[in-house]
């Protein structure tokens, strides 16, 4: 199995723009979450998914933010606009909804917002 | 509601050392309890689990720990550090593998 794969993995741009991250998660599971890592906050979980409803978004930040999960293999996170604030490591992770307990993440993807 | 306690930010040992890294938990129902390893510039990796059953774990690495409902520790250990343990380790807490709440994760590093 490929794992969770997630794209870009490095990306920088600049205070105002829009920025789209993905996340293609392991065939067959079917929960899907998103996570930020910064140095002072530590690893935050943002918004996770069941079967592609969104069922926790209390960590998203604010409106700047939103994550849509089209269909079972694809999720983005989106950020419009960006600021320098949002630079981190943005995590995506996914299990099996039943009986699996145990999330594999993705190899991250570092946001610069200059 | 649960919460990880990671008190220690950063570990030094020695090569060949024992590695010893705390995590104590709260939870309102049967935890399960999980170790990621995270390299540099990489993703978080499972290093073992505790769901049910025998409470002292084994893990990938030689790494073990051991739940201990008492005392709400899930305790890491590793009896020699090698040069490549060098990480950050997360211990988090689960219900049933629904919600995770992960700790503040413990640098550790190996010293030659």
């Known amino acids: 199995d490929a794992g969770v794969i997630q794209s870009p993995r490095h990306e920088v741009t600049e205070m105002g723009q829009e920025v789209t991250l993905r996340c293609k998660p392991i065939?067959?599971?079917?929960?899907l979450f998103w996570y930020r890592q910064t140095m002072m906050r530590g690893l935050e979980l943002l918004i996770y998914?069941?079967?592609?409803?969104?069922?926790?978004d209390s960590g998203m930040p604010e409106d700047r933010f939103s994550a849509k999960m089209p269909n079972a293999s694809f999720s983005t996170l989106k950020i419009q606009p960006s600021e320098p604030r949002d630079s981190a490591v943005y995590f995506c992770?996914?299990?099996?909804?039943?009986?699996?307990?145990?999330?594999?993440f993705g190899p991250g993807t570092r946001l610069t917002v200059l | 509601a649960q919460s990880v306690t990671q008190l220690s930010s950063h570990v030094s040992v020695s090569e060949g050392a024992l590695v010893l890294l705390r995590c104590n938990y709260s939870?309102?129902?049967?935890?399960?309890l999980f170790w990621y390893v995270q390299y540099p510039n990489q993703g978080l990796q499972l290093l073992l689990k505790?769901?049910?059953?025998?409470?002292l774990v084994k893990g990938i690495n030689g790494f073990e720990a051991e739940f201990k409902k008492s005392e709400t520790s899930f305790h890491l250990t590793k009896p020699s550090a090698h040069m490549s343990d060098a990480a950050e380790y997360f211990c988090?807490?689960?219900?049933?593998?629904?919600?995770?709440?992960f700790g503040p994760g413990t640098r550790l590093s190996v010293l030659p």
């Open positions: 065939s067959g599971h079917n929960s």
């Open positions: 939870s309102s129902v049967p935890p399960y």
């Open positions: 505790y769901t049910t059953g025998a409470t």
């Open positions: 988090a807490v689960s219900d049933y593998g629904q919600n995770f709440v």
């Open positions: 992770a996914s299990r099996e909804l039943a009986g699996g307990d145990t999330q594999y």
């Open positions: 998914f069941n079967n592609n409803v969104p069922i926790d």
